[in-house]
C-alpha cells in the first residue's frame, strides 16, 4: 500500500501538504514504468525554476529514462518554492525513495485544500493501478 498521508493523480504524481506548502513527487510507480527497476535507466529531470506560477493540470517538468520521456504534471495550482535540486546529480534517488527524499517540487498552493476530480486517496490509487495490471 502507498503512503495514505498524500493524494494521487492519474498520471501517477502525488501531493502531501508540508505545513502550508505542498510538496509533489512521482509514484514509486511511475519509477518502474520509466526504469524497469533498473535506476541507472533515469537520465535527465527537468524542474521548473522557484517563481513559476502553475497552474491545476500544467506539465512543469519531466523525467527522460533510456526507454521513455514522462511529462510532470502539477495536481495543484501555485508557485514554485523550491526545487529538490539534489534530484538532478541523483536520480537514483527517486528510484531509492519517491515517498520522501524523492520529492520535486514545493509550492506555496492558490488553496490550502487538498481535493479535487483529480486527486485521489491511497486506496483510489491502488484501485486505478489494480485495473491497470487486469
Same mark, same amino acid.
Given at each position: 500500500?502507498?503512503?495514505?498521508?498524500?493524494?494521487?493523480?492519474? &498520471?501517477? %504524481?502525488?501531493?502531501?501538504?508540508?505545513?502550508?506548502?505542498?510538496? #509533489?513527487?512521482? &509514484?514509486?510507480?511511475?519509477?518502474?514504468?520509466?526504469?524497469? =527497476?533498473?535506476? =541507472?535507466?533515469?537520465?535527465?529531470?527537468?524542474?521548473?525554476?522557484?517563481?513559476?506560477?502553475?497552474?491545476?493540470?500544467?506539465?512543469?517538468? %519531466?523525467?527522460?529514462?533510456?526507454? @521513455?520521456?514522462?511529462?510532470?504534471?502539477?495536481?495543484? =495550482?501555485? &508557485?514554485?518554492?523550491?526545487?529538490?535540486?539534489? #534530484?538532478?546529480?541523483?536520480?537514483?534517488?527517486?528510484?531509492?525513495?519517491?515517498?520522501? %527524499?524523492?520529492?520535486?517540487?514545493?509550492?506555496?498552493?492558490?488553496?490550502?485544500?487538498?481535493?479535487?476530480?483529480?486527486?485521489?486517496? @491511497?486506496?483510489?490509487? %491502488?484501485?486505478?493501478?489494480?485495473?491497470?495490471?487486469?
Amino acid at each position: 500500500m502507498r503512503p495514505d498521508d498524500r493524494k494521487y493523480t492519474k &498520471t501517477h %504524481e502525488w501531493v502531501k501538504k508540508d505545513g502550508d506548502n505542498i510538496k #509533489i513527487g512521482i &509514484t514509486d510507480f511511475a519509477v518502474q514504468e520509466l526504469c524497469s =527497476g533498473n535506476e =541507472g535507466d533515469l537520465v535527465y529531470c527537468d524542474l521548473p525554476e522557484p517563481g513559476r506560477e502553475l497552474e491545476t493540470g500544467e506539465t512543469f517538468g %519531466e523525467i527522460e529514462s533510456v526507454k @521513455a520521456v514522462a511529462d510532470l504534471n502539477t495536481p495543484v =495550482g501555485g &508557485t514554485v518554492l523550491e526545487v529538490n535540486v539534489a #534530484i538532478d546529480e541523483h536520480l537514483e534517488i527517486l528510484s531509492r525513495d519517491p515517498w520522501n %527524499e524523492g520529492w520535486m517540487v514545493k509550492i506555496a498552493p492558490k488553496s490550502k485544500a487538498l481535493d479535487g476530480d483529480n486527486l485521489m486517496d @491511497a486506496a483510489a490509487y %491502488e484501485e486505478l493501478l489494480a485495473a491497470k495490471e487486469a
